[in-house]
């Protein structure tokens, strides 16, 4: 019986193998559009690319920005400014990927922009605080996406949305992982509306990585500053002993990140290029053995584990 369960579970993977080595025809007449290229993710997967022969329209914040990325790749990339928290940069950037993909459609959209500070316990921080990060995360990405959409069905193409782990198990106060729930459920209500026209959604999950989001001296500056301006009631009721203590993981942020971006970006390839793509893809061996695992137990025994592992703060019963 043991040997027949396991027959059947290598005959599985062998399968999903094979359907997950094959590739779309014709990659080089393919537009992809990737906001968020100035650094990180997104300024790899765009060289990335543009290396495979794809026509990569590459979104930047930023003129440094997109001279950088362009200054590095081919003629085939192309690059417009967009600020996803503007409806007229949006509206403007939509009419340039038009002008520019033609009859043809857009085959691939990557929501890869984001943003991960102001965070800090839910007490400290204020409603503007929280729309901070969901104007970009979430608000950001969905309008980008209803703007590209129709391009995207012509195309029978692909989206994929940048989200987190923290998409899966909330472990920080603040909008971030508000807005990667959210791009959660807007991912999985889209791809079961788009299955009916061809078009695939995949979500991206990755752990920590070394990228602008995990920036350990922006975040624990942004921490201080948020400290600095709580009223006294709240301050004496966490201390500065939670201050120092709750900083002290921020400080070693930098070791835990993987530098290795390249295992998100092959995810993002691959969910742009497979005929198959998959439905989530969790690169990095913390969302793999540590925080996926983590997102299916039990709540009680995660809230505990998290409780324990927490600073306390100073008027804790």
């Known amino acids: 019986m043991w040997w027949s369960l396991a027959a059947l579970v290598g005959l599985y993977y062998l399968l999903r193998w094979y359907r997950e080595r ?3 025809s014709h990659l ?13 993710f997104g300024n790899l997967l765009a060289r990335q690319l543009d290396l ?6 590459a979104a930047c914040l930023t003129e440094k920005g997109a001279q950088q990325l362009r200054s590095q790749t081919s003629d085939r990339l192309d690059t417009v400014i967009l600020d996803v928290t503007k409806t007229e940069s949006i509206l403007a950037a939509t009419q340039w990927v038009k002008e520019h993909v033609g009859d ?14 102001p965070t800090a316990p839910n007490e400290w921080l204020t409603k503007d605080d929280f729309m901070k990060i969901l104007d970009v995360n979430l608000l950001g990405l969905v309008e980008v996406t209803l703007s590209l959409l129709s391009l995207v069905r012509k195309a029978r193409g692909r989206v994929v949305n940048v989200s987190s782990i923290m998409g899966r198990l909330s472990l920080c106060g603040g909008g971030y992982c508000i807005s990667k729930y959210g791009v959660e459920a807007f991912s999985d209500s889209l791809r079961r509306e788009l299955t009916y026209f061809g078009v695939k959604v995949a979500v991206i999950e990755p752990g920590y990585f070394s990228t602008n989001v995990t920036n350990p001296e922006k975040i624990s500056r942004g921490f201080q500053e948020t400290w600095d301006r ?7 009721a966490y201390g500065e002993e939670f201050l120092a203590s709750a900083r002290k993981p921020i400080e070693k942020l930098k070791s835990m990140c993987d530098t290795n971006l390249y295992l998100v970006t092959n995810c ?6 497979a005929c198959h793509p998959r439905t989530r893809y969790s690169p990095g ?6 925080y996926l695992p ?3 137990l039990p709540t009680l025994l995660v809230d505990t584990m998290i409780y324990w592992n927490s600073p306390r703060p100073a008027k804790a019963v």
């Not at 993002?268 to 290029?273: D, N, P, R, V, Y």
């Open 22 to 24: 094959q590739v779309v």
């Open 28 to 40: 080089q007449d393919k537009y992809v559009f990737i906001t968020g290229c100035d650094s990180g």
């Open 52 to 57: 495979r022969g794809l026509r990569v329209l």
């Open 104 to 117: 043809r459609g857009l085959w691939g959209l990557v929501n890869n922009a984001g943003i991960s500070w």
């Open 230 to 236: 709580l009223s006294p009631e709240v301050r004496e």
């Open 268 to 273: 993002m390839e691959h969910a742009l290029t």
């Open 285 to 290: 061996w913390d969302a793999k053995l540590l």
């Open 294 to 296: 983590m997102s299916y």
